[in-house]
């Protein structure tokens, strides 16, 4: 799903207008009514809702949300906002409609804010996507006054003062704090920005079908990953493949008192698929790898006791290295080893990225289309510090593109950036897979998809998606506190299951 750009939401708006020949305001009814639905879903009749409208087509939509509300008979107070003199035309047609069924409040400045009532949830529909600068005035004060109460807060598709723009959003800025927030056909990139997570809380995407062959043609920097696009790269498997066909990976990790990454890996990646698994690691790995994972072949090289160490012999395997690997010299001479001789792509995770930080050098060695996966504080080491989300992200498109590999940067809405600079952001997992050894699971489900000859960028994309989801399907049974590592795996099974769902068939 494509992340648009205000001026991209704007012919979105218009190209859907025209070829459904549709009036803007039946477009703007189209989402109110959308809106109204998922309300209702929610709310029982007898809650209060208060709508604080701005004059324009976030306004409309307020205003049009408001009459659908009071013709279900709820209790509805709709506040006009003035802010300017100028409205927009949907606006002042949905003003006309809504003042026949009821009587309006108007805010004309900061001193005629009223109170605000405890028993009432709040909408926010005063600015929307077109904001480019800070708030000021009477929506500042107004802003400032929602914030400080404390009724649950819903924004329509946008929390007012919240710029679309990541380069127009500063800390220092006057934004509403939405609990939740409804955004309309696609997500907004702020709405998926760690910083800005306490503007948006939580959001939802509201469908008002918009025109998809536009969505189709029309370029993006950004995009949302959902089920459809997994399920339209997933490869189902035939009759008469075998363990040959999926592939062999070969796990380069571990050390004396972390072998345990290495075995999380190790379950991980025989999970997602692949044929045969060969781990690699120092003998202190042996005993507890054959007796845990006995799917799993083993090999090392003397006189690698404790740590990896000594030569590295290429191999025709995917290979993935770096849980449990430790920082050692000699580990780290090895781990430039196995990047020189391994010549098609690989998965690169924990001390291995570490170890990449203090050899910069080594970077520009990496086979084409490498999988690093980073979390926050490895991603500084190899970048350095970024001031804001803009500029993390054009970091994170500049390295991908000068070593030409793939970074999957991990963390909520997990963003995946290609070597040409396109960021696909995830839309599975929760706070429960902030959990040691979650990021050695998603290094071999994403190794066990390459070796299965996924493209490295899908393999990266689908590892990240069934990573988080099977973290979605584990929080049903253990709540988010109690999740770890091991359940991910456990129920990785069932993430694939999901996937699997509509292409199931009657045979047994």
Same mark, same amino acid.
């Given at each position: 799903? =494509? ?7 704007? !012919?979105?708006?218009?190209? *859907?207008?025209?070829? $459904? /020949? ?53 209790a509805v107070t709709v506040y006009?906002? =003035? ?9 002042? !047609? ?7 069924? *009821? *009587? ?6 900061? =001193? ?23 708030? /000021? ?13 404390? @009724? ?14 990541? /380069?127009?959003?500063? !800390? ?66 035939? &009759? ?12 380069? #990790? ?16 025989l999970r997602s698929g692949a #044929? ?7 003998n202190c790995g042996n005993l ?10 083993? %090999? ?10 000594? @030569? ?19 580990? $780290? ?6 990047? &020189?001789?391994? $010549? ?16 910069? /050098? ?17 991603? %500084? ?53 902030? %959990?040691? #050894? ?37 929080? $049903?049974? *253990? ?18 299951? &999901? ?10």
């Amino acid at each position: 799903m =494509k992340i648009f750009n205000p001026q991209q939401i704007k !012919e979105l708006d218009n190209y *859907t207008i025209q070829e $459904q /020949e549709i009036t803007s305001v039946a477009l703007m009814e189209r989402a109110a009514l959308q809106i109204v639905a998922y309300l209702t879903q929610y709310y029982t009749i007898t809650q209060h809702f208060t709508i604080y409208c701005g004059l324009g087509n976030n306004g409309g939509d307020g205003l049009a949300i408001a009459r659908l509300l009071l013709e279900k008979g709820y209790a509805v107070t709709v506040y006009v906002v =003035k802010y300017t003199a100028k409205t927009s035309l949907d606006f002042e !047609e949905n003003l006309s409609k809504l003042k026949e069924i *009821t *009587t309006l409040r108007t805010i004309i400045s900061e =001193k005629h804010i009223p109170p605000i009532p405890t028993e009432t949830i709040l909408i926010d529909a005063i600015l929307g996507v077109g904001i480019n600068r800070p708030l /000021e005035g009477l929506c500042k004060t107004l802003v400032e006054a929602i914030n400080t109460s404390n @009724n649950d807060k819903i924004a329509i598709d946008i929390p007012t003062g919240l710029p679309c723009e990541l /380069e127009n959003y500063s !800390e220092e800025h006057c934004i509403l704090k939405a609990d939740t927030t409804l955004t309309f056909e696609a997500p907004k990139l702020p709405l998926l920005m760690p910083s800005m997570a306490k503007h948006v809380g939580n959001w939802q995407l509201i469908p008002i079908n918009l025109s998809a062959d536009y969505k189709h043609d029309i370029d993006t920097l950004y995009e949302y990953t959902t089920l459809q696009d997994i399920q339209n790269s997933y490869k189902h498997r035939s &009759k008469f493949d075998h363990k040959g066909t999926f592939g062999h990976a070969e796990l380069i #990790g571990g050390s004396y008192g972390k072998i345990g990454a290495i075995l999380l890996a190790s379950k991980a990646c025989l999970r997602s698929g692949a #044929g045969l698994l060969t781990n690699y690691t120092p003998n202190c790995g042996n005993l507890i790898l054959q007796s845990s994972v006995p799917e799993a072949m083993w %090999t090392g090289n003397q006189p690698c006791d404790y740590f990896l160490e000594g @030569n590295y012999i290429s191999t025709s395997k995917t290979v993935g290295m770096g849980p449990g690997i430790g920082i050692h010299p000699k580990t $780290q001479h090895f781990v430039h080893l196995v990047i &020189k001789a391994t $010549q098609k792509p690989m998965v690169i995770d924990a001390d291995a990225l570490n170890i990449l930080a203090k050899n910069k /050098e080594w970077l520009k060695e990496l086979p084409k289309n490498c999988i690093l996966t980073p979390h926050p504080k490895e991603f %500084t080491r190899l970048v350095g510090t970024f001031v804001n989300d803009a500029d993390k992200l054009e970091k994170l498109k500049d390295f991908a593109e000068t070593y030409h590999c793939i970074v999957v940067l991990k963390g909520a809405n997990t963003a995946i950036c290609t070597p040409d600079g396109i960021i696909h952001f995830n839309s599975t997992g929760n706070p429960g897979m902030a %959990t040691a #050894g979650s990021g050695d699971v998603l290094t071999g489900i994403i190794t066990g998809l390459l070796a299965q000859n996924y493209p490295p960028i899908h393999a990266a994309i689908l590892g990240v998606y069934l990573h988080g989801l099977s973290g979605d399907i584990a929080i $049903q049974k *253990t709540g988010k506190s109690a999740l770890t590592a091991s359940h991910l795996i456990k129920y990785l099974g069932k993430a694939f299951l &999901k996937i699997e769902a509509p292409f199931k068939t009657n045979e047994t």
